[in-house]
């Protein structure tokens, strides 16, 4: 299909198709008679199934990768219409808004068109063959937009809850900002080093500390975001539930299948035992 090679049409496609899942979503949510999590949470997983409708269409999975960074502004945005401005609010908006802006740049920088998908879904659509209907729903959409949900959840409160704006708090949220600028300048160099055609492993910046230092940064991000929430609203250590699915999922998944990937170029082994997964803390020498 030529519409599916077109950047520019891809991304107008793309774009109508958030737009129209931000509005049902949205208005599912004040139609609800729900409390706020389970309101929010059938109007998240129904916007969900909107764009995965969508992404059987075009047979991409990839018109789903966008929405991982869109959700969450769209969510607290719609969620403080209408509600004081407080500055832990505004704070609290301001710094998921930054992320959200990040990332979604850096996914619009590096998408081509709808003809083209992301490498891990292919990979596990040859890996689980007639089982890939399934996995692409939950594992692909489902399961994401639920860790995100729990992720934005804290946040949503504090949109909502009364929330005190107190020092730990706001230094959670300076914990989440840096984690966004790390995350920024992870992907800044990433991509330098793609352009140079060097091969090999990436080997300076905070890649010479961290395999993995974009996964890091996410991670922070969201324990950032839960721990200032668990102050504000003087609430439960469970708000941090969110953050820790996050940092399983990402453990478990994302970072195995990024290292077998990378297994396949020369030098792995040793570029593994001299450089950590996550946390940039120097191996013993032996």
């Given at each position: 299909m030529i519409i599916r090679k077109s950047r520019a049409l891809s991304f107008l496609i793309v774009g109508g198709i958030y737009f129209l899942a931000a509005a049902l979503g949205i208005l599912l949510f004040r139609l609800l008679p729900f409390d706020l999590s389970l309101s929010l949470l059938i109007a998240d997983v129904s916007a969900t199934v909107f764009v995965f409708l969508f992404s059987l269409i075009f047979g991409n999975a990839s018109v789903y990768d966008p929405y991982w960074s869109v959700q969450p502004p769209v969510i607290l945005a719609a969620l403080l219409v209408g509600q004081q401005i407080t500055p832990i609010r505004l704070l609290t908006m301001l710094v998921v808004l930054y992320?959200?802006?990040?990332?979604?740049?850096?996914?619009?920088?590096?998408?081509?068109?709808?003809?083209?998908?992301?490498?891990?879904?292919?990979?596990?659509?040859?890996?689980?063959?007639?089982l890939y209907p399934l996995v692409n729903f939950f594992g692909i959409h489902?399961?994401?937009?639920?860790?995100?949900?729990?992720c934005t959840l804290p946040a949503a409160y504090v949109m909502r809850?009364?929330?005190?704006?107190?020092?730990?708090?706001?230094?959670?949220?300076?914990?989440?900002?840096?984690?966004?600028?790390?995350?920024?300048?992870?992907?800044?160099?990433?991509?330098?080093?793609?352009?140079?055609?060097?091969?090999?492993?990436?080997?300076?910046?905070?890649?010479?500390?961290?395999?993995?230092?974009?996964?890091?940064?996410?991670?922070?991000?969201?324990?950032g975001i839960g721990g200032s929430a668990i102050f504000a609203l003087h609430g439960s250590p469970l708000l941090l539930l969110g953050a820790l699915a996050n940092t399983l999922l990402f453990l478990a998944v994302s970072i195995p299948m990024a290292d077998r990937r990378q297994s396949r170029k020369e030098g792995f082994a040793a570029y593994r035992s001299e450089t950590r997964a996550l946390l940039p803390i120097p191996k013993r020498k032996r």
């Open positions: 992320w959200g802006v990040r990332l979604t740049a850096n996914w619009a920088y590096t998408f081509r068109d709808l003809s083209h998908q992301d490498w891990r879904y292919t990979m596990l659509s040859e890996q689980t063959g007639k489902l399961v994401p937009t639920l860790i995100v949900y729990a809850a009364e929330a005190e704006t107190n020092l730990p708090a706001v230094l959670f949220l300076l914990l989440s900002a840096l984690a966004v600028t790390g995350q920024m300048l992870a992907d800044v160099q990433m991509h330098r080093f793609r352009r140079s055609a060097a091969g090999g492993f990436i080997r300076y910046g905070l890649w010479k500390y961290s395999r993995h230092p974009n996964y890091l940064c996410e991670i922070l991000m969201w324990w």
